[in-house]
């Protein structure tokens, strides 16, 4: 068996008005991202992890922010179009580790049903996926609320002959 590691990161700026979804789920706030797609950070860095991990370029390439029909996708779809690719090369996934670095809205209480959603899109345990929340201490982007970023490394794996 061979394992491999992939790193994932994303970042948007917040607007007022705007929709904020993360790890699959719309929460309720004044803010939401700024984004082509639906703005999942957490979904988005996850995805740049897997397809990192396998040398399969990165999220952009495979669904690039100027095409029309990806205009306000949900993140879920391009996360299940990700499996998809994985697995016709070979991969599965052993599991993955999270951080979502915000201000607000705080989201801890929101992790359980994160990790239950994004389960169920990629098809794997909820217990191998490790979603945690931080902060800035109101230093930069992100502690003036202006803005989200997360990180994912996951661990995939393929049988070699």
Same mark, same amino acid.
């Given at each position: 068996?061979?394992?491999?590691? !992939?790193?994932?990161?994303?970042?948007?700026?917040?607007?007022? +008005?705007?929709?904020?979804?993360? !790890? *699959?789920?719309?929460?309720?706030?004044?803010?939401?991202?700024?984004?082509?797609? =639906? +703005?999942?950070?957490?979904?988005?860095?996850?995805?740049?992890?897997?397809?990192?991990?396998?040398?399969?370029?990165?999220?952009?390439?495979?669904?690039? =922010?100027?095409?029309?029909?990806?205009? *306000?996708?949900?993140?879920?779809?391009?996360?299940?179009?990700?499996?998809?690719?994985?697995?016709?090369? *070979?991969?599965?996934?052993?599991?993955?580790?999270?951080?979502?670095?915000?201000?607000?809205?705080?989201?801890? =209480?929101?992790?359980?049903?994160?990790?239950?959603?994004?389960?169920?899109?990629?098809?794997?345990?909820?217990?191998?996926?490790?979603?945690?929340?931080?902060?800035?201490?109101?230093?930069?982007?992100?502690?003036?609320?202006?803005?989200?970023?997360?990180?994912?490394?996951?661990?995939?794996?393929?049988?070699?002959?």
């Amino acid at each position: 068996m061979k394992l491999k590691v !992939g790193f994932g990161y994303d970042v948007h700026q917040l607007k007022p +008005g705007n929709t904020f979804v993360l !790890g *699959g789920i719309t929460i309720p706030h004044e803010k939401g991202c700024v984004a082509h797609s =639906d +703005g999942d950070v957490l979904i988005h860095a996850i995805c740049d992890a897997l397809l990192g991990a396998a040398n399969l370029r990165d999220i952009g390439f495979h669904f690039p =922010d100027n095409d029309p029909e990806l205009k *306000g996708i949900d993140s879920k779809i391009l996360l299940k179009k990700t499996i998809k690719i994985l697995k016709s090369h *070979g991969y599965s996934i052993e599991n993955i580790d999270s951080t979502v670095c915000l201000e607000k809205p705080k989201i801890k =209480d929101r992790i359980p049903e994160m990790q239950h959603i994004l389960s169920q899109t990629m098809g794997i345990a909820p217990e191998d996926i490790s979603i945690k929340a931080t902060t800035t201490e109101k230093l930069g982007f992100v502690g003036k609320e202006d803005g989200i970023t997360a990180s994912a490394v996951v661990l995939i794996s393929r049988n070699t002959p």
